[in-house]
């Protein structure tokens, strides 16, 4: 007999999609900050309704029947289209709205004043969590945690972070491309020598870990030619190889973004760019497109329609003019 909708608690289904993210009942407890004996009891009450046992539990935690799996992404959905309901506004300006951003840095950190004292003019009370951008921020985006991711994928065509390989639930808009540059400090020996890819190989390379990875397009690049950099050195993020890259006393390259060279003359860094010395037809293989990314349930999300408005506002045609003219030098 098929049961009626109104004989189920909806806030048991907030605790089952809970369920289904951590795969733990007192972490679960945690997260909906009751006891875990609520928690059991709210699940003992789901397996009567569904009919199912829903979870199994094994060494590594809670494992989800096969029903419980199907309506992952539905309870995701229906999660997601209930806040919006919720903030539909009953005046102008909603309140304790939440802004859930996962983002690159430090490409984020170069706007983000400016961005966070737009979204508090717009709404007073909104709370802002901004996290790095990892290799599991996609998920993050399609389970509802993160409202909008701001990052760099590749154009190299056998590169997995390429925009053809985003999954079937995410939408995207490319904002500006990046070519990324070689940065090294002011007094580099490097310069002191004719700008070559052999200069550019017989130096040891700062690379940062990205999406679990230590190597990028251009050590695709490199490697089609039959040429490889030497990685000394391996960092979480650009700025740590910004900062590396201009302390003294070391011969390492750092090879990023050109929008880092606005995080070092905002911080101070003495360092000077160069091209990477590759031909042009490959230079087009290490093109960045950086793009926001979102789930398709939230295309016609107000607060999230008016995010992507100020983002492209702020990392858009003005954005780019200035990285063309950085180019230009």
Not at 114 to 130: G, W
């Given at each position: 007999m098929k049961k009626s909708l109104a004989s189920l608690d909806l806030n048991l289904l907030l605790c089952l999609q809970l369920l289904l993210q951590e795969r733990s009942v007192s972490k679960t407890a945690k997260r909906m900050n009751v006891t875990p004996s609520a928690v059991s009891k709210s699940l003992s009450r789901l397996r009567d309704w569904f009919n199912d046992p829903l979870f199994v539990k094994?060494?590594?935690?809670?494992?989800?029947?096969?029903?419980?799996?199907?309506?992952?992404?539905?309870?995701?959905d229906w999660l997601q289209?209930?806040?919006?309901?919720?903030?539909?506004?009953?005046?102008?300006?909603?309140?304790?709205?939440?802004f859930e951003l996962a983002a690159e840095n430090p490409l984020m950190l170069i706007a983000f004043n400016?961005?966070?004292?737009?979204?508090?003019?717009?709404?007073?009370?909104?709370?802002?969590?901004?996290r790095n951008w990892g290799y599991?921020?996609?998920?993050?985006?399609i389970r509802g945690e993160v409202d909008i991711g701001f990052t760099g994928r590749e154009t190299h065509p056998r590169s997995r972070e390429s925009l053809s390989l985003l999954p079937w639930n995410i939408d995207f808009e490319v904002l500006f491309s990046d070519l990324p540059r070689v940065y090294l400090r002011e007094d580099h020996p490097a310069l002191q020598e004719e700008w070559s890819l052999d200069t550019f190989l017989r130096y040891p390379h700062i690379s940062i870990n990205w999406e679990n990875s230590d190597t990028w397009a251009l050590d695709e690049v490199l490697q089609e030619s039959g040429?490889?950099?030497?990685?000394?050195?391996?960092?979480?993020?650009f700025e740590a190889s910004m900062f590396m890259a201009a302390q003294p006393n070391h011969t390492l390259l750092a090879t990023a973004p050109l929008y880092c060279q606005h995080y070092n003359q905002q911080h101070g860094l003495k360092l000077v760019t160069r091209p990477i010395p590759l031909e042009a037809a490959l230079l087009q293989k290490l093109a960045v497109p950086f793009t926001l990314l979102w789930h398709k349930r939230n295309g016609h999300n107000?607060?999230?329609?008016?995010?992507?408005?100020?983002?492209?506002?702020?990392?858009?045609?003005?954005?780019?003019?200035?990285?063309?003219?950085?180019?230009?030098r």
């Open positions: 094994t060494p590594g935690g809670l494992h989800p029947t096969p029903l419980a799996a199907s309506m992952e992404q539905d309870l995701a289209m209930s806040h919006q309901l919720l903030d539909k506004p009953h005046h102008d300006t909603p309140r304790g709205l939440t400016t961005l966070s004292q737009k979204i508090y003019q717009r709404y007073p009370q909104a709370t802002v969590r901004l599991d921020s996609l998920d993050a985006i040429l490889k950099r030497q990685i000394a050195l391996s960092l979480p993020g107000p607060k999230l329609i008016w995010l992507k408005s100020v983002l492209k506002e702020l990392y858009g045609e003005a954005f780019l003019a200035t990285l063309q003219q950085e180019i230009g």
